[in-house]
C-alpha cells in the first residue's frame, strides 16, 4: 500500500504536529492526517475522532489499509468531548466551520489550559474564528495560506492572553515585517475587494443602521488598504 497522501491543508498542519506528539484528529471523516503522521514515523500513537459514525467507518478503513488500527483510538462524540484534558497535546480541528470550530473549543474548558496546541483551519466565518479566539483565552502562535482550489488558512493556536486584533487584524490575521508568506498579497487584495463589496452593498441605503454599519465597514476598508501597502513595502 503507498503511503496516504494529504492535500496542501492537511500537509501544512501534519508538518506542524511536534515529532511525538500525543495528537487527536477531531473530525476526522478519513483519517488520512492520523494515518500519514504515523506513517512518517511523527507520532506514536493517534486519536481520531468525528461526530457521525459513517466518516468514522472511513477513518478505521483507511487505517485498516495502512495496516494502522492498533495505532489509533477511535472515538464516536462531538468536539473535544469524547478527549480527556490530558489525552492530547496536540489536536487538529480541520474542514469545518469557523463557528463550529469555536463551538467546540468553547464546550471543553480545558482548551484554553495552554499546555494543548490546536491547529484550526475553518473553511468559512474565518475572521469570526480569529474574534473569538482572542476573546475567548487563545493566543493565535501563527498562520500559514495554503493554496488548494483556492487560498485556506490554518491557524495554530493554545490557550493564554494576547493583544486584542483591530477589525482589519481580525478580517486577515496579524502580519509583521518578517513573514514570509507567497500568498498573503493575494490574500489581502481578496478580503480587501469582499470588504469593499459589502461596504458598497450598504452604501445608498438611507436607513440610520445601515449608515452606522457602513461606518465600520469603511473603518475595516482603510485599514486593510494600509495593512496591503504596509505588505507591499515590506516586499521590495
Ligand atoms: C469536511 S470533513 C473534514 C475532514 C478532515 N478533517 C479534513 O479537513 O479533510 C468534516 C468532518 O467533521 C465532522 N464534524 C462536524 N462537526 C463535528 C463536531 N462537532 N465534532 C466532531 N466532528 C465533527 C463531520 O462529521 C465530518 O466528518
Not at 496516504?4 to 501534519?14: D, G, K, Y
Not at 487505517?63 to 495505532?71: G, I, K, P, Q, V
Not at 500559514?144 to 486577515?172: H, N, Q, S
Request: glycine share 8%; aromatic share 6%.
Amino acid at each position: 500500500m503507498r503511503p496516504v497522501e494529504l492535500s496542501p491543508r492537511l500537509l501544512a498542519i501534519a508538518h506542524q504536529v511536534p515529532m511525538g506528539a500525543h495528537f487527536a484528529d477531531i473530525g476526522t471523516d478519513h483519517a488520512r492526517l492520523p494515518v500519514w503522521l504515523l506513517e512518517h514515523g511523527r507520532i506514536p500513537s493517534a486519536i481520531a475522532a468525528d461526530l457521525k459514525e459513517g466518516p468514522l467507518s472511513r477513518a478505521r478503513q483507511t487505517a485498516a489499509r495502512h495496516d494502522l488500527t492498533e495505532r489509533i483510538s477511535f472515538r464516536l462524540g462531538d468536539g473535544l468531548t469524547p478527549l480527556g484534558p490530558e489525552e492530547a497535546d496536540a489536536v487538529a480541528i480541520a474542514g469545518m466551520g469557523g463557528e463550529t470550530i469555536a463551538s467546540i473549543l468553547g464546550n471543553a474548558p480545558w482548551a484554553s489550559g495552554g499546555t494543548c496546541l490546536f491547529y484550526l483551519q475553518p473553511m468559512t466565518s474565518v475572521p469570526d474564528l480569529r474574534r473569538w479566539l482572542w476573546r475567548n483565552g487563545f493566543v493565535i502562535e501563527r498562520e500559514e495560506l495554503v493554496r488548494e482550489d483556492k487560498l485556506y488558512v490554518v491557524i495554530t493556536a493554545r490557550g493564554g492572553e494576547m493583544a486584542p486584533l483591530t477589525p482589519a487584524e481580525e478580517w486577515c490575521g496579524k502580519q509583521d515585517r518578517d513573514m514570509t508568506s507567497p500568498y498573503r498579497g493575494e490574500y489581502l487584495s481578496m478580503m480587501l475587494s469582499r470588504a469593499e463589496r459589502a461596504l458598497e452593498g450598504l452604501g445608498c441605503s438611507a436607513r440610520l443602521k445601515d449608515q452606522e454599519r457602513a461606518k465600520r465597514w469603511r473603518g475595516l476598508v482603510s485599514e486593510l488598504k494600509q495593512m496591503k501597502e504596509e505588505w507591499i513595502a515590506w516586499q521590495r
